[in-house]
């Protein structure tokens, strides 16, 4: 499922599919894009396994985010993205997060606070195709508490989804992206807990070029874009680590 969330027309524009933690701190790098650049960026958020599905299938992208780096490897390995593009641009945070009115105590309890019977519903993203579901599922295992929690686990389509899930009174807990949690969105609207990085595989994401673009110049001019200085400095500002400082 494909969340059209930002679109500009600019002198040449670029769509890019992006996994859906960075709903929040793409659309403001592809503003600064088209400010500095004259160009402007179409962004379609989901998981990260649907979007390479649909890539696999023919969808008409220019540059492919993921939150899992093995997805755009496969699709070089395919012949579908270009080998000298693949960038590792981030590194993902997970969190334990519950709204602000909750009586949990997320910062002191940790992720042992699913277990209170208070949670009836915990969210987490769809492991099957979501990066952060299998890094949530990881952690539950991680912290041997995953068999006594399963039944009370509710799946979002993808971590976006599984935030609203929360936020909404679905579920009264989860592990969401630290994007989320940062995001303007959900910032103020809850607590969390940052989960250790060793419970779970390295959220590692990274990006490439699609080998069908016909907008493969403009696509570089932003991989490039997202090397400087500040557009480092923004996905910092929602929780990601960069990789030559993690």
Not at 219 to 227: G, P, S
Request: with cysteine.
């Amino acid at each position: 499922m494909l969340l059209l969330c930002y679109s500009r027309m600019g002198a040449g524009q670029i769509t890019i599919a992006a996994a859906a933690d960075l709903n929040a701190a793409l659309p403001e790098l592809a503003a600064e894009y088209e400010k500095q650049s004259g160009n402007s960026a179409k962004l379609a958020f989901g998981s990260s396994g649907n979007l390479f599905s649909q890539i696999q299938n023919g969808a008409p992208f220019d540059l492919f985010f993921s939150a899992d780096e093995d997805y755009p490897r496969q699709l070089v390995e395919a012949g579908l993205s270009e080998r000298s593009s693949l960038y590792r641009y981030a590194v993902g945070k997970l969190v334990v997060w519950v709204p602000a009115s909750s009586s949990l105590n997320v910062e002191k309890g940790g992720i042992k606070i699913l277990l209170d019977p208070a949670v009836k519903k915990i969210a987490i993203a769809n492991p099957q195709h979501a990066p952060y579901g299998r890094a949530a599922e990881a952690a539950l295992r991680h912290f041997g508490i995953y068999q006594q929690l399963a039944a009370r686990l509710v799946l979002g389509e993808n971590v976006s989804q599984a935030a609203q899930f929360i936020e909404s009174g679905s579920a009264q807990a989860g592990l969401i992206a630290l994007s989320h949690a940062l995001s303007p969105s959900l910032k103020g609207k809850g607590r969390y807990w940052i989960v250790p990085a060793n419970a779970y595989p390295p959220l590692n994401q990274a990006a490439a070029i699609l080998s069908r673009s016909s907008r493969k110049q403009e696509a570089a001019d932003f991989l490039t874009f997202l090397k400087t200085r500040q557009a480092i400095e923004v996905l910092k500002r929602y929780g990601f680590a960069i990789p030559e400082e993690h």
